[in-house]
């Protein structure tokens, strides 16, 4: 099946403020719940709240994910899946160094779940010379390597200081500290131009198209993530491509946030729990928390079917507050 991916570019290095209940910290990732609340806020601001319930139904994304840009190709990064890996012989410090892998690319992917044994769940890495380090966070195959041919790092956070400014008085006070994820080129020694990018996927739909085009060419303005008021999170452009993803297979890769029904609970194999919360934000700060509730993360491994759910998480009966949990998964055997 072929989905549709939306690549997100920007001139300038791409910068995002993730909030973890603090300023002085920010995500690496990019849940696709904060894709879906930012979608919706550009859907109701271009066609009113009639359309919303259509696009809630029929709307399926990932979560936004890693991508760079190399002359020969765009390499798509994933998230590392939630197996436990076996290296060959007392690879004590080679083990180390995949445990702390955050993001693996499509190509690697595939290659790893050759390796998968499927009574235990895990991935004896027989050849190691299969996967490359492209630095200590990403993992790319070897083909992948060749071209880029020695490590690179192109993302990274760092830490803005802040102050308030009285508009009253034009003073200054209350210095703290702002945490902001940062994307940025990089040419490496041999001057091969790196550009970094953030990417979805979504759910084919033609008719879907007809409001979801021009809601993202809202969104890319609007952007995504705290902090847009200062420039964080939105986009100069994107580009539309599509990729194949298996449709047929016993097992999943769940590449979004989910929620499972009630009937899914059982399928869940190897997975970590992410809790969510937090102010609402209709046009405008309401005031008001989401109940609180919780999420299966990106990366897990589900038996198939696996569809999860949208639920309402408002504390007040007059408004529906809408949390995202469908799962867009990758399905292999």
Avoid: C
């Avoid at 009113?48 to 029929?58: I, L, M, P």
């Avoid at 410090?93 to 992917?109: D, F, G, H, P, V």
Wanted: charged residues 30%; aromatic residues 14%; neutral net charge.
């Amino acid at each position: 099946m072929k989905v549709d991916v939306y690549k997100l570019f920007k001139d300038s290095p791409i910068s995002l403020h993730v909030g973890l209940r603090r300023m002085d910290r920010t995500s690496t990732e990019i849940h696709s719940d904060t894709l879906f609340s930012a979608l919706s806020n550009s859907l109701i601001r271009l066609f009113g709240e009639d359309r919303f319930e259509n696009f809630e139904k029929k709307l399926v994304v990932s979560s936004i994910f890693v991508g760079i840009r190399t002359p020969g190709r765009d390499i798509l990064f994933l998230p590392m899946p939630d197996f436990m890996i076996k290296l060959p012989g007392n690879e004590g410090e080679q083990y180390k160094k995949y445990k702390k892998i955050q993001w693996i690319s499509k190509m690697a992917l595939d290659k790893l779940l050759k390796f998968l044994n499927k009574e235990d769940f895990s991935i004896y890495l027989k050849e190691l010379d299969f996967f490359k380090f492209l630095n200590d966070k990403f993992i790319v195959s070897k083909e992948e390597f060749e071209e880029i041919r020695e490590e690179v790092y192109f993302m990274d956070t760092i830490l803005e200081p802040k102050v308030n400014v009285d508009r009253e008085t034009n003073g200054s006070n209350n210095l703290y500290f702002q945490e902001n994820l940062v994307l940025y080129e990089v040419k490496t020694s041999q001057g091969i131009l790196i550009k970094p990018f953030l990417y979805f996927l979504k759910y084919r739909d033609i008719e879907l198209d007809k409001i979801f085009v021009p809601t993202l060419n809202l969104f890319i303005e609007e952007g995504v993530g705290g902090e847009r008021s200062t420039g964080k999170g939105n986009f100069d452009y994107y580009e539309r491509d599509e990729l194949e993803i298996p449709t047929e297979g016993s097992f999943e890769i769940t590449l979004s946030l989910t929620i499972p029904k009630r009937e899914e609970v059982d399928n869940l194999v190897y997975y970590q729990l992410v809790k969510r919360d937090g102010f609402i934000f209709y046009h405008e700060p309401k005031g008001f928390k989401k109940k609180t509730h919780y999420k299966v993360k990106e990366g897990a491994l589900v038996k198939s079917p696996y569809e999860g759910q949208n639920i309402d998480v408002s504390p007040r009966e007059d408004m529906r507050v809408i949390s995202y949990g469908k799962n867009l998964g990758y399905k292999f055997s």
